[in-house]
């Protein structure tokens, strides 16, 4: 049976609270310090720009498009998806790579590099810092019940199983708060701060990312798209509802 723990208030002036007021200050320094080392704003490529705002308006067709007429829906389609001059047709000899695009501009990956440094070096030494003063402490329990799943997260450094799974290790708290303040951090700092870690690494997994062949897909996928045209049967519906709520 698991245990019941009595926590010293000292784990919570000495530990807890230091390491949640450290966490949001390095995240702080973090977005001043990325904005430091950030290179002279240069302005956007307009190609880049407008095909980007074709892919979301492509796929705001696809999502709507039973909610216009089938004329209307075959003009779009056309308009997008025309193999002379349609906005999401991309002819083989205008491909480009974006790796080759990426590496051709030296201020580019500078930038990247930078990002990845700021993100990785302070994250380091924070967990060396709480790995090495803080490590074993339960720090926190969490006031309501969990199951057995959640103890490698929410234990890590701990290896007494007698305890019960709503206890909180500092380390697993360094993780929690590594992770759960970007909403914090976005009413601080602004919805585009420099802290939100997760978004980096997705941009570090989509290294590369090449823009024709998201063209490529919307198109696919415009052409493959049967249109049936839903308001016509609204009003089928509302009575259907308002039989039932009669009845």
Do not use: C
Request: charged share 20%; net charge positive; aromatic share 10%.
């Amino acid at each position: 049976m698991a245990e019941d723990l009595v926590l010293d208030t000292a784990i919570r002036d000495w530990v807890l609270i230091p390491l949640s007021v450290v966490m949001v200050l390095i995240g702080v320094l973090r977005h001043f310090v990325s904005k430091l080392m950030r290179t002279s704003s240069q302005l956007p490529d307009p190609k880049i720009v407008k095909e980007g705002q074709v892919i979301i308006r492509a796929r705001n067709l696809r999502a709507a498009a039973n909610f216009i007429p089938l004329k209307s829906f075959r003009a779009r389609k056309v308009y997008y998806s025309n193999e002379e001059n349609g906005l999401l047709f991309v002819p083989k000899g205008q491909a480009q790579n974006a790796q080759a695009q990426m590496f051709s501009d030296p201020n580019m990956a500078m930038d990247m590099m930078k990002k990845n440094l700021s993100m990785i070096i302070p994250q380091t030494l924070t967990f060396a810092w709480v790995n090495f003063f803080f490590s074993g402490f339960v720090a926190a329990k969490i006031p309501f019940p969990l199951t057995q799943r959640f103890r490698s997260m929410l234990q890590n450094g701990i290896d007494l199983s007698t305890v019960d799974v709503s206890y909180v290790s500092s380390r697993s708290w360094y993780f929690l708060n590594l992770f759960g303040l970007r909403g914090l951090f976005s009413l601080i700092l602004g919805e585009e701060n420099a802290t939100d870690d997760t978004q980096r690494m997705m941009q570090m997994g989509g290294f590369g990312f090449d823009p024709s062949k998201s063209l490529s897909a919307e198109k696919d996928g415009l052409d493959i798209l049967q249109h049936e045209w839903a308001l016509p049967k609204f009003e089928q519906r509302a009575e259907t509802v308002l039989r039932k709520l009669v009845s």
